[in-house]
Antibody
């Protein structure tokens, strides 16, 4: 069955960068877009952006413009999310989730990656 | 402040029915389909409803969705203690060119 497996927890200092991976299996990688969503402790879901595995085009949420980069490696069916200039407010659980298109629901989610930003 | 508005909490007794509302605008719910997600404590969100009222395979028909104008509603019948979770609505916002979520509704089954 379709599965998304994310990389492990990270602890970063303010100003640093992080890069999380999301490896897909059990389906055709290029048939689905990949979203990234984060959730700060005790808070709701916040959409970060989306990547098209065919060609690698991206759309980022305005809040992250300039410090977010999403890439993909079709040879390993893996999507990467890199966030730079980290601050304490970036402490959150980060999820990848696949969707058929921009407008569709995310039907398979990764297990989440905890990122802690602290000096 | 979320783009989509949900009640912070709802509650009902086991076996009863509950509805969760999600209010938006013509730029999001009014022009795009709505999805609903269930997030059990300590787990990733799970898709419950897509395309306003469709259920993925494996989701029981106790869960239903509807949309009218710029609002959407999730309904859950035959409440079980295992339904206690946070529920989120989500859709695409054409003016923001971004996916948006409601702030989430915590369901308590008394």
């Amino acid at each position: 069955q379709a599965q998304l497996v994310q990389s492990g927890a990270e602890v970063k200092k303010p100003g640093a960068s992080m890069k999380i991976s999301c490896r897909a299996s059990g389906y055709s990688f290029t048939d689905y877009y990949m979203h990234w969503v984060r959730q700060a402790p005790g808070q709701g879901l916040e959409w970060m952006g989306i990547i098209n595995p065919i060609g690698g085009s991206t759309v980022y949420a305005q809040n992250f413009q300039g410090r977010l980069i999403m890439t993909r490696d079709t040879s390993t069916s893996t999507v990467y999310m890199e966030l730079s200039s980290l601050r304490s407010e970036d402490t959150a659980m980060y999820y990848c989730g696949r969707g058929k298109g921009f407008f569709d629901g995310m039907d398979v989610w990764g297990q989440g990656t905890t990122v802690t930003v602290s000096s | 402040q979320s783009v989509l508005t949900q009640p912070p909490s709802v509650s009902a007794a086991p076996g009863q029915k509950v509805t969760i509302s999600c209010s938006g605008s013509s730029f999001n719910i009014g022009s795009n389909s709505v999805s609903w997600y269930q997030q059990l404590p300590g787990t990733a969100p799970k898709l419950l409803i897509y395309d306003n009222n469709e259920r993925p395979s494996g989701i029981p028909d106790r869960f239903s969705g509807s949309k009218s104008g710029t609002s959407a509603t999730l309904g859950i019948t035959g409440l079980q203690t295992g339904d206690e979770a946070d529920y989120y609505c989500g859709t695409w916002d054409t003016s923001l060119s971004a996916k948006v979520f409601g702030g989430g509704t915590r369901l308590t089954v008394l």
